[in-house]
């Protein structure tokens, strides 16, 4: 089930940050990469042009709004394992029980039958359990992706404007779309900034109305 869960959400999450001038996306499996050093190199990022580029690694690993997705999807992912191994457990202590009275000749056949049957439906049951976290877990991962999705699109937009960029592409190492960038095109710093900025409020907004 972990391995599910994680492929499911990490998949989910790296369709939403590759982008090429703002209208089209690709999903890449991003990676944290010197995401520090890349930072640091855009933050006098202040050229005007027609191009400009995102380090993925770096937003992937310090976008606030990712990383909180990242930590709230493996806190539901290893209480729903707690879940299903108690599950399970119970179920093979309950099949155990069975098999042994039913060595020993302590059930009659209508008992022992229907006992059987109970024990399928339990079975068929957890397996549309797990089925059902599974696709609840994805289908959260999905909306927390459009979200995400969005205020990068957003964010994005606005920078063009003030900016002028007609294009700005997505670069992570390994798996870059360009071949050659200029580091003083790279906005990545700004993009984060505000990015968390626009979180940040979001989430101050969300704990103050409760």
Do not use: H, W
């Not at 995400?148 to 063009?160: H, N, T, W």
């Amino acid at each position: 089930m972990k391995n599910t869960f994680t492929r499911s959400f990490y998949f989910a999450l790296t369709l939403i940050i590759s982008f090429v001038a703002f209208t089209s996306c690709q999903p890449k499996e991003s990676k944290t990469a010197n995401a520090t050093n890349t930072t640091t190199s855009s933050s006098n990022s202040t050229n005007n042009g027609d191009i400009a580029y995102v380090n993925l690694d770096t937003l992937n690993t310090y976008y606030d709004y990712l990383v909180d997705i990242k930590n709230r999807t493996e806190k539901k992912q290893t209480e729903m394992r707690r879940q299903l191994e108690q599950s399970e457990i119970q179920l093979q202590s309950e099949a155990e029980s069975f098999q042994k009275r039913a060595s020993q000749g302590l059930l009659s056949e209508n008992a022992a039958k229907k006992e059987q049957q109970d024990l399928q439906t339990k079975y068929q049951m957890l397996e549309r359990q797990k089925g059902s976290m599974s696709e609840a877990l994805m289908l959260q991962g999905e909306k927390d992706m459009n979200k995400a999705y969005s205020d990068i699109e957003s964010v994005l937009e606005e920078y063009k404007a003030e900016k002028g960029y007609k294009v700005v592409l997505g670069t992570q190492k390994g798996m870059s779309m360009i071949l050659y960038t200029d580091k003083e095109l790279d906005i990545t710093k700004t993009v984060l900034e505000r990015l968390n900025a626009k979180y940040k409020a979001e989430k101050d907004s969300t704990e103050t109305a409760q």
